[in-house]
């Protein structure tokens, strides 16, 4: 599962972390868990020629050219029924796809930090700090864009890993008033809190 190290590695790890965490708890609690994880693995059947792609690039990689070989040539269906079924360790050459999808949601958590998109206002500063740290490692060490994004409903997903329902209610909130506000007066607010009000939308936005 380890990717050589780099200053994102703590996002990745944890990305890897919470996929598992999150498979525990759909187990033993179902819920919304059960939903959540239920998104995760539609997402993943979104997606069988990406995985495919990274499968084959695992096991190329592993030297293993009979799975390789296997791979490349399995279906699409195969793939996503496998992608769907959410197993997480598999077994001879299935044990890359699984690779492939534990791969893919960690980069896509590097993603979703990158956003910048705090879903809680005590997670602003925190997101912010994450977006330059992100995007500046994959610019100058990589040279290229994050490659892996989530879809809204897995966002959803990792918003409720990081924050209670109530705060997020709370973000969209500010998202919605921040509509019908557009100076201190319309809000009922003096200059100083209005702009104050502003900063951490702002913050909450970037």
Same mark, same amino acid.
């Given at each position: 599962?380890?990717?050589?190290?780099?200053?994102?590695t703590?996002?990745?790890?944890?990305?890897?972390?919470?996929?598992?965490?999150?498979?525990?708890?759909?187990?033993?609690?179902?819920g919304?868990?059960g939903?959540?994880?239920?998104?995760?693995?539609n997402?993943?059947?979104s997606r069988?020629?990406?995985?495919?792609?990274?499968?084959?690039?695992?096991a190329?990689?592993?030297?293993?050219k009979?799975?390789?070989?296997?791979?490349?040539?399995m279906s699409?269906?195969?793939?996503?029924?496998y992608?769907?079924?959410?197993?997480?360790?598999?077994e001879g050459? +299935?044990?890359?796809?699984s690779?492939?999808m534990?791969e893919?949601?960690?980069r896509?958590?590097?993603?979703?930090?990158?956003t910048?998109?705090?879903p809680s @206002?005590?997670l602003?500063?925190?997101?912010?700090?994450?977006?330059?740290?992100?995007?500046s490692v994959?610019?100058?060490?990589?040279?290229?864009? @994050?490659?892996?994004?989530f879809?809204?409903?897995? +966002?959803?997903?990792?918003d409720?890993?990081?924050?209670?329902?109530?705060?997020?209610?709370?973000v969209e909130?500010?998202?919605?008033?921040?509509?019908?506000f557009?100076?201190?007066?319309?809000?009922?607010?003096?200059?100083e809190k209005f702009?104050?009000?502003?900063?951490?939308?702002a913050?909450?936005?970037s």
């Amino acid at each position: 599962i380890f990717e050589k190290a780099d200053v994102t590695t703590f996002l990745h790890e944890s990305g890897h972390f919470w996929l598992e965490q999150l498979k525990a708890d759909a187990t033993a609690v179902g819920g919304q868990f059960g939903r959540d994880w239920d998104v995760v693995r539609n997402w993943w059947g979104s997606r069988p020629l990406e995985l495919r792609e990274e499968a084959v690039k695992r096991a190329k990689k592993a030297k293993d050219k009979d799975a390789a070989a296997a791979l490349q040539s399995m279906s699409e269906a195969k793939i996503k029924a496998y992608a769907r079924a959410g197993d997480l360790r598999g077994e001879g050459t +299935m044990r890359y796809v699984s690779i492939a999808m534990h791969e893919q949601f960690a980069r896509g958590v590097e993603s979703y930090f990158a956003t910048g998109r705090a879903p809680s @206002l005590s997670l602003a500063g925190a997101f912010n700090a994450f977006k330059v740290w992100v995007l500046s490692v994959y610019t100058k060490l990589f040279g290229t864009r @994050l490659d892996v994004q989530f879809s809204p409903e897995v +966002m959803q997903v990792m918003d409720r890993m990081l924050a209670a329902d109530e705060e997020i209610a709370l973000v969209e909130g500010q998202y919605e008033l921040a509509a019908l506000f557009d100076n201190a007066e319309q809000a009922g607010l003096t200059p100083e809190k209005f702009a104050d009000y502003q900063q951490q939308l702002a913050d909450v936005k970037s």
